[in-house]
RNA sequence: GUCCCGUUCGUCUAGUGGUUAGGACUCAGGAUUUUCAUUCCUGCAACAGGGGUUCAACUCCCCUACGGGAUGCCA
């Protein structure tokens, strides 16, 4: 259902995916698969200073693996590329100049040190840091001579002086700002290339892009933008700003304190299902109680008109709350299969597949994240070890005799069910007139090494009953 | 400093003029479980402050306070 509906997640290549913006493309996506319209992938990679090699492969990888899917974008070209903004300079110089002949831009000769001096003036007398448009009214003659001497200069974005602006944002509303505020904003930078703020507006408008939704760090940009549509004679795509994601201490999240990759989030055994369905959560809100939600469940459930105003602190308490309750309730060959790379690194021989899943099955119940369930296999997989307690334990003479009783009785059938072994720990009790904790802990230790864990039957049926006698019988 | 935006339990939030202000995470207690974990139940805990408007404000308006964002030849 093809309705025109086009949106954009517009990064800039740093080397990783920042969890904001991973919400930020969340949400473009959950609103091109709400409203059948097309989700774009555009990179940003207009600053040469900060080229990082291998970023937008590392960007497009981990969109992957967190199963957002673009429309239209890098290795997935669309009627309106390129989708890199470094392959598209000429474009942009072409409205830049459009700009200029129409009066709404000029060419700017200052210096980075010229404005350095005007910056640390303006600041001495307390006024406002802003470009004081002293190459507004360079005159012809000036500027050919300048152009012809090769004088490095970059275009300015020549913004009205008075009055305000009035703009509809889809989640703020009405807002407001006086002109006197906006900067002359470069366009093109010295070395050719363009600003965000041109390319962002001349992309949006070439990719027929219809809603911009994007981080509230970019709405006091908005009047900026609003004035190169107007005078290119261009409708602007409709806004949604959306409220920042906090640190615990509310400023805008940082790497400064803890991560913020989400590399790094399912690097350390976060799910996929975990990140989108919390990060979901971080300024929108289905009607009711509701808070999970798979992805295709968002996609039916998400609206515009239900993103919040206010910023939200990133809890990675709940986060490890949810990932738990993904982990007890996904697949089991999901999980199984995702465990895999962290038993492989703990180097633990997983290769009896059926065991592997019961010991899974098991784990899952008890750990928040996926690279915590190899320390709860470990006795199923690692020759256990006792400290000075436990060997006292298992040498008293009761914990003796159970062991000697289970060896005796274990042997006398091929295998046991769990009624059985159930059975078996009763008719132990009676027979050797020995109950609860004292029955209990020692053959715990004795078959796990530890006073708390699996229930016995989990234990033998994971291990099997050979193994189960042979850790018996060494300590008889 | 200036401009912009925001403000319901510690945190994420529901709420849209009349509610015992609801849910989730965390925390505490209890039940189940021979243990641990799970699960379930119960509890603690919030409308930033002050003015209006109104018969009635968490809900609408204004001011103050606080918080955040922007203020780059970065996005």
Known sequence: MENGIRVRFAPSPTGYLHVGSLRTALYNYLYARKTGGKFILRIEDTDQSRYIEGAVDNLIRTLKRVDLDYDEGPEKAGEFGPYYQSQRTAIYSRYADELIEKGAAYRCFCTAGDLQKMRERQLAENKDTRYDGRCRNLTEEEINKKLANGDPYVIRLQVP??????????????VTFPWEMVD???????????????????????????????????LSSIPKHLFMYEMLGWKPPKMAHLPLILNPDKSKLSKRQGDVAVEDFLNKGFMPETLLNFIALLGWHAKGDRELFSLKELETEFSLKRISKSGAVFDQEKLKWM??????HLALEKIADRARKYFLEAEYDISDTEKYEKVIS???ERVSLLSEIPEQAEMFYREISFNAEDLDMIGQENSQKIFRFWIMELEN????????????????????EIKGKALYFPLRIALFGSGHGPEIWTLY??????????RLKKLV
């Open 362 to 364: 098991f784990a899952r």
């Open 413 to 432: 059938k091929d295998s046991w069910n769990e009624q059985e072994i159930n059975d078996l720990i009763k008719k132990t009790s009676a027979e050797l």
């Open 323 to 328: 990932n738990g309750h993904y982990l007890k």
């Open 161 to 174: 002086t008075a009055g305000e602006i009035i703009f509809y944002d889809l989640v703020r509303d009405k």
């Open 184 to 218: 002359d904003q470069i366009l093109i930078k010295s070395d050719g290339f363009p600003t965000y703020h041109l390319a962002n507006v001349v992309d949006d408008h070439l990719m027929q892009i219809t809603h911009v939704i994007r981080g509230e760090e970019w």
């Open 461 to 470: 049926d994971i291990l099997g009953k050979e193994e189960v006698l042979k």
